[in-house]
């Protein structure tokens, strides 16, 4: 019963359930410590079905595929894979869905990706470049599922996406509307699609209007069919107006306003996200559907939050106790798990409170671990963290039995030492996070983009023909004249305009920066410009720098910092080459202490993450160079400058030293 829509048969016709979704880590240790989290929630939370995701062309692939075999061969999670068909090889459409089929999986996301643009992506110096663009036999999501339905008959589940406040087209942002959607999703239904499963959302009347809409369609091909609401927990106030930015999707002011009168504390944040999601989900639930209501989570490949919101919204499906505890009457209990006063999590009864039993760190470390590289040291944050950290040829070797389902619970919602083990990555997230964390890199593991439409592309950054055209364009940003780079799609923010001038500098030198950050030592967390986390704390920054030059200059600086040893930096370009002061140093550049908890580093730069890095920043100049005609003079500029140029990251360690960065650049 591994297609999706035999599940939900299968379901009482007014139960609730939910589904995850997850993209392939940038990292060998992410995808590791994925295996471990997807291991614990399968266990703790029993999703109907998990998604994974499909890079934009194909660009994940072989990782999307990897996951996948992950997910439905070893986990045994019924699996649905997200795949595109535009901008990316023929071959590769026929290639993913053999594999799918090999692997077990019989449910696609039919999905189309970027707008077609052949003249772009299309290589056409390879023999039968023509004759292998996937754009030749795809324009839209529908050319897809009717391709799967020729070939593969009903083998498949077919999904297809639903937008309940309009589909954003880049090649068509001004037809956003539910109405100019509907046609196409009529379309694809009629096509063979089996369910609809929708963009994130947080106006719950929005959703409800869209539902309603299409239940009651004229052509009636909606009033059964199963309809999936994509949920986004709240992770942080910046990956949520992010998200909502890229995706075009509103913020109510009464959810904003709770959420800005928190932004700077990530774990307020959490907190309050929680809270919507769970009245979204509960007004969700009173809404009338001719059969389960369903969930979707947009995970980012975190787990606490998910855990928290599942079980106070009663949505994770009953099951066999793990461990059973009797009361000596003949009544059996199922155990709970609670904290130790040591932090352990043991197992009691809920009615006596007196049998005690082992500490589950006895059974389930190997579940818990974070993987490491042999070559790296132990984390340094707290003694205890590095008894649950694994070596990588350790990882995955099971030793006891695993802990009890509601120990692992407690464990995937970040309660007691496992907890926190298991939950580590919470903060941060993102780029500036560890390298070891299923959730480091892009938010939404979708792969190399501009996040924007060529029109708006030109606009913001014309169409340059020389260096200086470029500098040009850093230099508007840097100024507020622009709000959008091709590596950031925001304006700069207020601590860096504290080091505008001298980012202004590095850009007359021809040095373009990407990410940079003043120093700070000391200044209290609820400091308007420099703050974060708590309130009663604490923030400390080292100034660091990351910027694109010509190789001749980076020959020329590379001698200079290698004789100073307050300096650590980290460089590389398109052809795979890197150099460093130290390839194996960790460098948190920010952190903080707050009454009551640990040293918080939400900001880390180290080899493994910035080579990471170094590979989609050059693919954004690729990007770039693709919104202009193959052989014009702004597309041979920008394939110039990523063949030449390299990405360093310089980090000042004395950071009580006022001026230390830059009087070593500039």
Not at 409 to 425: C, F, P, V
Request: aromatic share 10%; hydrophobic share 35%.
């Amino acid at each position: 019963m591994d297609k999706i829509t035999d599940k939900l048969a299968a379901l009482p016709q007014d139960s609730n359930y939910f589904s995850l979704e997850f993209f392939p880590p940038k990292t060998t240790q992410g995808f590791s410590n994925l295996h471990a989290r997807l291991s614990r929630m399968a266990q703790a939370l029993r999703p109907l079905f998990v998604n994974v995701t499909w890079g934009a062309g194909g660009s994940t692939s072989a990782k999307s595929l990897a996951l996948a075999e992950l997910t439905q061969r070893s986990l045994g999670l019924t699996t649905c894979l997200h795949l595109t068909c535009t901008n990316m090889s023929r071959k590769l459409v026929d290639e993913a869905l053999e594999q799918a089929k090999v692997l077990g999986v019989r449910n696609i996301l039919a999905l189309r990706g970027d707008p077609p643009r052949s003249d772009e992506y299309r290589d056409d110096s390879s023999p039968n470049a023509e004759e292998d663009d996937s754009n030749k036999d795809f324009t839209w999501a529908v050319d897809l599922v009717r391709y799967i339905r020729a070939e593969y008959g009903d083998y498949f589940c077919i999904g297809v996406a639903g937008y309940p406040e309009g589909h954003s087209d880049q090649s068509h942002p001004q037809y956003q509307s539910v109405e100019h959607d509907l046609p196409y999703l009529v379309e694809k239904t009629k096509a063979g699609a089996d369910f609809i499963m929708t963009q994130l959302f947080y106006d719950v009347q929005a959703y409800q209007k869209y539902e309603t809409r299409l239940r009651e369609h004229e052509s009636g091909l909606f009033k059964t069919i199963p309809i999936i609401p994509g949920l986004m927990p709240v992770q942080s106030y910046q990956i949520l107006r992010r998200t909502t930015k890229l995706s075009h999707s509103a913020i109510p002011p009464d959810v904003l306003k709770r959420l800005e009168a928190v932004k700077g504390d990530d774990e307020a944040v959490k907190r309050v996200g929680v809270d919507i999601l769970g009245e979204i989900i509960e007004k969700m639930k009173s809404t009338p559907s001719p059969g389960p209501r369903g969930f979707h989570f947009y995970t980012l490949n975190l787990e606490k939050v998910v855990s928290q919101i599942l079980e106070r919204c009663d949505l994770i499906p009953p099951s066999t106790p793990g461990v059973i505890l009797g009361n000596g009457n003949g009544h059996f209990e199922e155990a709970v798990a609670e904290e130790e006063t040591d932090g352990f999590m043991v197992v009691e009864d809920p009615n006596k409170r007196r049998h005690r039993r082992q500490s589950s760190m006895a059974n389930s470390q190997p579940r818990n671990r974070v993987v490491v590289s042999r070559t790296r040291a132990s984390s340094t944050s707290s003694n205890r963290t590095s008894a649950f950290e694994a070596r990588e040829d350790e990882a995955g070797v099971p030793s006891d039995e695993p802990s009890s389902r509601a120990n692992t619970l407690a464990i995937s919602e970040g309660q007691g030492d496992l907890g926190r083990a298991a939950t580590w990555d919470d903060f941060p997230n993102g780029r500036w996070g560890d390298a070891r964390s299923p959730a480091y890199g892009e938010i939404d593991g979708y792969g190399v983009s501009l996040h924007v439409n060529t029109p708006e592309a030109k606009r913001l950054w014309g169409d340059p023909t020389s260096i200086e055209d470029i500098s040009n364009v850093f230099r508007r940003h840097l100024n507020g004249e622009i709000d959008a780079m091709p590596w950031s799609e925001d304006a700069l923010q207020p601590e860096t305009l504290t080091i505008k001038d001298e980012l202004l500098r590095m850009a007359e030198k021809g040095w373009w920066t990407v990410a940079s950050q003043p120093a700070v030592n000391g200044l209290r967390s609820a400091d308007p410009t420099f703050g974060w986390g708590p309130k009663n704390g604490f923030v400390f920054q080292k100034p660091f720098v990351e910027f694109f030059l010509p190789s001749a200059d980076w020959k020329r600086l590379h001698g200079e910092l290698g004789d100073d040893d307050n300096i650590t930096y980290f460089a590389g370009n398109a052809g795979g080459d890197f150099v460093s002061s130290d390839p194996d140093s960790v460098n948190p550049v920010t952190w903080g202490t707050f009454a009551g908890k640990e040293i918080i580093t939400p900001t880390i730069i180290e080899g493994v993450s910035f080579k990471a890095w170094m590979e989609e920043a050059f693919g954004i100049w690729s990007e770039w160079q693709r919104i202009f005609k193959p052989g014009s003079e702004s597309s041979k500029l920008l394939e110039r400058i990523r063949k030449d140029y390299w990405l360093v990251n310089v980090i000042a360690n004395d950071f009580a030293e006022k001026g230390a960065l830059w009087n070593k650049l500039i």
